[in-house]
């Protein structure tokens, strides 16, 4: 992975990383603020006013799903790593940045996409020879990275100095004193946290949308779940949660029905290996095929079927949890994190929402094509649906988001004259 880890400079980050003193520094880090299901519990408020505006940003323009799911993911995460508000209108200027950034990092991740990671000598081609263009798009991803990782961290430092910070992982490590290279950590720790929760939890909600378009049954059983257990005073919370498993149920056939990472992230083997027979040179690239564990029928019946009630009863099946985060020295840090947003977007999207096929000009439903966009973060197939509030009391619940929780001014103002430090 040449071009991606040496030309842009993904080496320093978490899921990119070879196993060595800069992991396993930014994995203590991870784990020390948001490695259990206990530490993420401060974290809850601020994913619960995330995914209120999620539904009211939805119920106002549901043909902008994927733009508000994008919305969600990056205004919890920027809030969450470096205090950062974003812009209650719903345009954000690092919102824009680091959207742009994960553009460039799947497109930059894709293994085998880049000849130079096959012949690495072609590192030395100047710019303009013909064939070497990959040289100039390693530069431009490798800015737009710069940025991403600093201009956050740099916004957060700038607060702390006026004393108007708000807690955040990155403020909680700084106030810690570090030194320069730990510092440096904390920068690529907290880049590590947005580049693997943003993209991946739209992918998610995105197969749970169109899930629910399909599956109206499913929805139905949900629906009543909800109603029973919740009511309808009120829209479900994490303390629920216990209390609704089929809904649990839902997220967790709905992370091994559309997998977002079917390939994952590339390894390497740090040494030979043999596994059934077959031969693994060191320094091989192995690809664990998520696919293929999520549609294995010997941990799977008819693991083509979108079925809740597999992960219920006595005979569950295999946990979609177990794979889906990754594996290893490079499992997701932020799993906590990404789970209970994702049960909360589900949660409350499926007690406001009737989520069903979109129809055309004649009423007749426009049936979803069922696929993903290859990449190694894999999105549903463009698809559309209905989404409506199931009733007048939700939506005045949904409504009521902006009397509870007032809008309050982003914080992209602070964030002007940062935008040119791109240096590491």
């Given at each position: ?9 993904y080496?320093h980050m978490?899921?990119m990383?070879d196993?060595n003193?800069h ?8 784990a020390k ?11 809850l408020s601020?994913?619960?006013l ?6 009211q ?22 809030d ?5 508000r974003?812009?209650p ?5 690092l919102v ?5 950034w994960?553009?460039?990092?799947c ?7 880049w ?12 710019e303009w020879?013909p064939?070497a263009?990959f040289?100039s798009t ?8 710069m ?8 916004f957060t430092e700038?607060?702390?100095?006026q004393?108007?910070q ?13 030194g ?11 880049t ?7 993209d ?5 909600l ?43 149920a839902?997220?967790?056939e709905?992370l091994r ?8 992230l590339?390894?390497s083997s740090?040494?030979?290996?043999e ?6 040179p060191k320094?091989?690239?192995?690809l664990p ?11 799977y019946k ?18 979609p ?5 990754g594996f ?15 049960f ?5 999207s499926l ?21 993903q966009?290859p990449?190694?973060?894999s999105?549903p ?20 988001t902006?009397?509870?929780h007032?809008?309050?001014k982003?914080d992209s103002?602070f ?5 040119l430090?791109?240096?590491?």
């Amino acid at each position: 992975m040449h071009f991606t880890s040496e030309m842009v400079g993904y080496k320093h980050m978490m899921g990119m990383m070879d196993y060595n003193d800069h992991l396993r520094i930014q994995r203590k880090m991870t784990a020390k603020r948001i490695g259990s299901k206990s530490l993420i519990t401060r974290f809850l408020s601020s994913i619960e006013l995330q995914v209120r505006r999620f539904l009211q940003q939805t119920m106002n323009s549901p043909e902008n799903l994927h733009k508000n799911l994008q919305y969600e993911s990056a205004s919890f995460i920027l809030d969450m790593a470096y205090g950062y508000r974003t812009d209650p209108n719903g345009h954000d200027p690092l919102v824009d940045l680091v959207e742009q950034w994960m553009a460039e990092f799947c497109d930059a991740a894709v293994a085998g996409a880049w000849l130079v990671d096959m012949i690495p000598w072609l590192q030395y081609l100047p710019e303009w020879f013909p064939g070497a263009g990959f040289k100039s798009t390693a530069r431009r991803y490798r800015t737009r990275y710069m940025q991403a990782i600093n201009i956050p961290f740099d916004f957060t430092e700038k607060q702390m100095a006026q004393g108007s910070q708000k807690p955040s992982y990155v403020a909680d490590l700084l106030n810690e004193n570090p030194g320069p290279a730990d510092i440096k950590e904390i920068k690529y720790s907290a880049t590590a946290l947005y580049g693997g929760g943003a993209d991946t939890t739209v992918g998610t909600l995105s197969s749970f949308f169109l899930a629910m378009s399909l599956y109206p049954e499913v929805q139905r059983k949900a629906q009543e779940e909800v109603d029973r257990v919740v009511g309808a005073e009120r829209l479900p919370d994490s303390h629920d949660r216990e209390n609704l498993p089929y809904v649990d149920a839902v997220l967790s056939e709905t992370l091994r029905w559309m997998p977002i990472g079917s390939l994952g992230l590339p390894h390497s083997s740090v040494d030979e290996d043999e596994f059934h027979g077959y031969r693994i040179p060191k320094q091989s690239i192995i690809l664990p095929s998520v696919a293929w564990f999520a549609r294995d029928p010997s941990s799977y019946k008819q693991p083509e079927s979108f079925n809740p009630d597999r992960f219920l009863g006595p005979n569950k099946e295999l946990d979609p949890r177990t794979y889906v985060f990754g594996f290893g020295r490079r499992v997701c840090p932020g799993r906590y994190l990404a789970d209970a947003n994702l049960f909360l977007v589900v949660a409350q999207s499926l007690a406001a929402f009737h989520i069903r096929k979109a129809v055309d000009s004649e009423g007749k439903d426009i049936e979803p094509v069922v696929g993903q966009v290859p990449g190694i973060i894999s999105h549903p197939t463009p698809f559309q649906c209905s989404i409506k509030p199931r009733s007048e009391k939700y939506k005045e619940l949904v409504s009521e988001t902006d009397i509870e929780h007032p809008l309050e001014k982003g914080d992209s103002e602070f964030i002007e004259g940062l935008t040119l430090n791109t240096s590491n």
